[in-house]
């Protein structure tokens, strides 16, 4: 046996040795198949990005009240110039949507303040309430600054200046921001306000209740901050307020549990509920143990309040 | 704001009055029984989550590396379709449910065994400690994966502890592509294949990405060609990668007409593999499914023809 072995070995080391010789396309073809792909991707971020803008829209504005003094204007649009996007999307996006170095309409959610006042897809933003905009940033900082003014938007269409104004609806202050990324999570924006979630995340919601309630989590943690202590605590309260939000916006709170459980069984080390674990870093969306105590009862109060009017 | 959080402090303390009184410390906290509890149930669930996701991989994997056996000259082991770990080789949050549920220790011991695999052929089950294996003592579960490179011999010696009474057994020697595939947390859609190491790490996130087992083969298939040809890093290499790949997945009797969708849904769910950056070494996806079309014609024409399935060499 060890013989065959030997001569069995011996023959395939021989055919490994040399090279693979396997089929190679030609140019042409894959330069086609590229942008089909890429086009096809792109296509697939912008319908992520509406129904992040939806999901996120019924919650601010249907909640707004919970969020206290956190409210703003709402326009409900999605808008982006070419440095928002990455890789070869920039160059796809401008191509395909005429993305370029001003802020430009990609998406008018229906009902919204935008839609109502006659925003349209293509449109570009040169300003907002009378102040010039150069990046994406701009446009929601400003309609967020002016709180108690009705958003005025100076537009670029097919060549015309048009100045809009757009009816005044209070919601909670936080834009919810698409970023492409594999991981499963929420995280505050940079600019301290705003909310970023991942791609991943938007795969892994299951419905928009399970979306619903991804976003709310986060967009508690920004309403309540600097008001609670210690991270355990501030978890726990981010899951009671945010499923106030969802129940309040008219989704589904019931899937919290189920979806955060989901979610824990891929990242076992937010089972850990105190500091005596070995690894004491506190990661976003941990303290599972001390969350689900947290979000039973408050559904069990949600359901008590339901019954009582 | 303040009067927000306000009402949101009574609402805590009302909703940790409800929750019941030994549920709570003083400061309407849940009791650290409360979490225990908690934590508890989550690692339960998580734990059998976590074998659920061995058991998918190494169903698939030991079925690739042993078809694939032919095309690792030099680069064997015995497959033998067990998983097993100690305590310490199991992520934190899982050691104490594993140490209740499992009755691991510091000792390796089988967690399954794969039907018609040599171990459940030569008897082992789940709960057997592995005590020797060719003689030697194991230490921990990833030595008994490294320990056994193929010789003459057609069966290896296992000594076991069963319900505390040792026992041996002779497991048939299957010799297949050297490298067992081990899944780890991670959420992004990777796999790992570094040479020199003993092991084909897969995120989590890729066993949750590949939707069917057929799908995960020609994962599997790629990243042991990998791993066979030692091209790592370059566009050559990476296309030798799929290539190979495929015919590994296609002798374990998979189906590798879903490589292109595979790898369009990879791009379209990962972008970054459009693009051809420095870091980022696999070919851009488009190229990869006009590839791997052709490779999937060649396979078929294979069969069609009653050839052997080996790929094609240049001379």
Redesign the interface.
């Known amino acids: ?2 013989a065959l ?1 030997l001569a ?3 023959v ?2 021989a ?2 040795a ?8 030609g140019a042409a ?2 330069s086609a ?2 942008e ?3 086009g ?2 792109l296509a ?2 912008l319908e992520r990005g509406a129904r992040v803008l939806a999901v996120a829209y019924r919650l601010r504005t249907e909640a707004a009240e919970l969020c ?3 409210v703003a204007p709402i326009l409900g649009v999605l808008a982006a110039q070419r440095q928002d996007f ?4 920039a160059e796809l996006a401008e191509q395909v949507y005429g993305v370029g170095d001003r802020v430009r309409v990609l998406h008018v959610l229906e009902g919204s303040p935008a839609a109502e006042a006659g925003v349209q897809v293509d449109d570009e933003i040169a300003a907002v309430n009378g102040r010039a905009i150069e990046r994406t940033d701009d446009v929601y900082r400003e309609v967020r600054d002016a709180a108690s003014a009705a958003p005025r938007l100076e537009l670029e269409r097919a060549g015309r200046r048009i100045a809009l104004e757009l009816p005044r609806r209070s919601a909670c202050r936080q834009e919810a921001r698409l970023v ?6 929420t995280v505050p924006h940079p600019n301290g306000v705003d909310l970023l979630v991942t ?2 995340m938007v ?1 892994f919601a299951e419905s928009d209740d399970e979306l619903a309630i991804a976003l709310a989590h986060e967009m508690a943690h920004g ?2 901050a600097g ?2 202590g210690s991270y ?2 501030s978890e726990a ?1 981010a899951d ?2 945010g499923l106030r939000l969802v129940a309040r916006a008219g989704f589904d709170a019931s899937v919290a549990l189920p979806f955060w ?1 989901r979610m ?6 937010a ?4 500091a005596a ?3 004491a870093r506190e990661l976003p969306h941990g303290r ?3 969350r ?3 979000m ?3 559904l ?2 949600l359901a008590r309040e339901r019954a009582t009017h | ?1 303040r ?3 306000a009402a ?1 402090a009574a ?2 303390c ?3 009055a ?2 019941g009184a030994r ?1 709570q410390d003083v400061h309407g ?2 009791s ?1 029984e ?3 509890v ?2 508890d149930r ?2 339960t ?2 734990l059998r ?2 074998i659920a996701y061995q058991q998918r991989l190494l169903g698939v994997h030991e079925r690739v590396r042993q078809a694939g056996a ?2 690792c ?2 680069q064997q082991r015995p497959v033998l379709g067990l998983f097993a770990a100690t305590a310490e080789e199991l ?4 050691r104490a449910a594993a140490r209740r549920d499992y009755g691991l220790d510091e000792r390796p011991r089988v967690l399954f065994v794969l039907p018609d695999f040599p171990a459940a052929r030569a008897g082992l089950r789940a709960g057997d400690v592995i005590v020797r294996f060719g003689g030697r003592r194991v230490p921990d579960a990833v030595s008994v994966l490294r320990m056994g490179a ?3 011999e ?1 069966t290896i010696r296992v000594e076991i502890e069963r319900t505390g009474r040792r026992e041996e057994r002779e497991l048939e020697i299957r010799p297949g592509c050297s490298f067992p595939a081990s899944a780890f ?1 991670h ?3 990777q796999a790992f294949a570094e040479s020199g190491a003993a092991f084909l790490a897969i995120t ?2 890729m066993l ?1 990405f590949a939707r069917s087992d057929d799908e995960l083969a020609v994962v599997l298939g790629h990243e042991l060609a990998h791993l ?2 030692g091209g790592l890093g370059t566009r050559g290499g990476e ?2 990668a799929d ?2 790949g495929c015919y590994f997945a296609a002798r374990a009797g998979f189906d590798v007409a879903v490589a292109p969708v595979l790898w ?1 849904r990879m ?6 593999s ?2 051809e950056r420095g870091f980022y070494s696999h070919p ?4 990869r ?3 791997l079309a ?2 999937l014609r ?1 396979i078929q024409a294979k069969r069609s023809a009653g050839l052997p399935l ?6």
């Open positions: 046996l060890r072995a069995l070995a011996f395939a080391a055919a490994c040399r090279p693979l010789s396997r089929p190679a396309p073809e894959i198949a590229e089909a792909v890429a096809e991707a697939l971020l206290g003094d956190d990455r890789w070869s999307f492409v990324s594999g991981l499963l999570t791609t991943g795969e309403v309540l008001t609670t355990l605590d309260a009671r307020l459980e824990t069984l891929e990242h076992p080390w089972i850990r509920f105190d674990w070995p690894d599972m143990p001390a689900v105590l947290a039973r009862a408050a069990a109060e | 704001m009067a927000l959080a949101l609402l805590a009302a909703l940790g409800a929750a549920a906290r849940p650290r409360a979490l225990a908690e934590a989550l690692a669930q998580g989550h976590f032919e095309l000259p030099g992520p934190a949050a899982y193929p010789g003459a057609r947390y959420d992004e859609v989590t996130g949750r066979v040809t296309a030798d290539y190979l369009r791009s379209l769910a990962h972008p970054a459009l693009v851009p996806s488009h190229e499914e006009l590839a052709a490779t060649e080996e790929p094609e060499r240049g001379t």
